[in-house]
């Protein structure tokens, strides 16, 4: 089963701030550095929060952090089981699997059209063109975490153009790639404000456990 784990960045403290100190104890002196340098408020806490729960995570699969690899393509990687992070705004979200697996939040926002004529496929397009103004920004978010979750699933990254593949939407949502559709399995999650996929190896899917701080 795949597993997704999230917290909320706004509750945790900022550096400075009482308990700072205790929750920064897990983290790694690189990352801590890193946190230290960022500039942004919100960027802190999402930075802290990936930390947090990353190292969480490992914990309960027995796993080390300092046994976490990068792959040539730049995605982390462990012994035993896949993982993936994602954050955006006061969301930090982790997913676990026995196979390949990726993961994407983004805070629905205004987006223009010439995004969509960038990074997406006709088809796509066509889907996007079906709304009106209120519901267009949703359904391109919801489209954009469903490309980006299986390009981290696959473990490209940037080194796979967004629009290189193409998500067919429907009762039941499919990429195709080069005209093939792919071996993998999508599982949108609603959480107000924000859009949540996750793209899997395997069909089974847990419900959002959220992190007690």
Request: hydrophobic content about 35%; glycine content about 8%; overall charge negative.
């Amino acid at each position: 089963m795949v597993k997704i784990y999230a917290l909320d960045t706004s509750l945790l403290p900022d550096e400075g701030e009482e308990g700072y100190e205790q929750i920064c104890v897990t983290l790694s002196e690189e990352r801590k550095r890193k946190i230290r340098e960022c500039k942004h408020s919100r960027k802190r806490k999402q930075m802290l929060g990936a930390g947090v729960l990353l190292g969480r995570v490992l914990k309960r699969n027995g796993i080390r952090p300092e046994t976490v690899r990068i792959s040539e393509h730049g995605k982390p990687e462990a012994e035993r089981i896949c993982f993936n992070l994602s954050h955006s705004g006061d969301i930090v979200i982790c997913v676990v699997s026995k196979l390949s697996v990726g993961c994407d939040v983004e805070r629905v926002k205004p987006v223009s059209w010439k995004l969509a004529e960038r990074f997406f496929g006709e088809g796509e397009k066509a889907y996007l063109s079906r709304f009106d103004e209120s519901s267009y920004d949703l359904e391109f978010c919801r489209l954009w975490t469903m490309k980006e979750s299986y390009v981290k699933m696959t473990g490209e990254g940037l080194h796979l153009p967004l629009s290189a593949f193409e998500v067919q939407m429907g009762e039941e949502v499919r990429i195709f790639r080069e005209g093939q559709r792919q071996t993998c399995y999508l599982k949108e999650y609603s959480l107000p404000g924000y859009c949540i996929t996750v793209c899997a190896g395997e069909e089974e899917f847990s419900e959002i456990q959220w992190e007690d701080l």
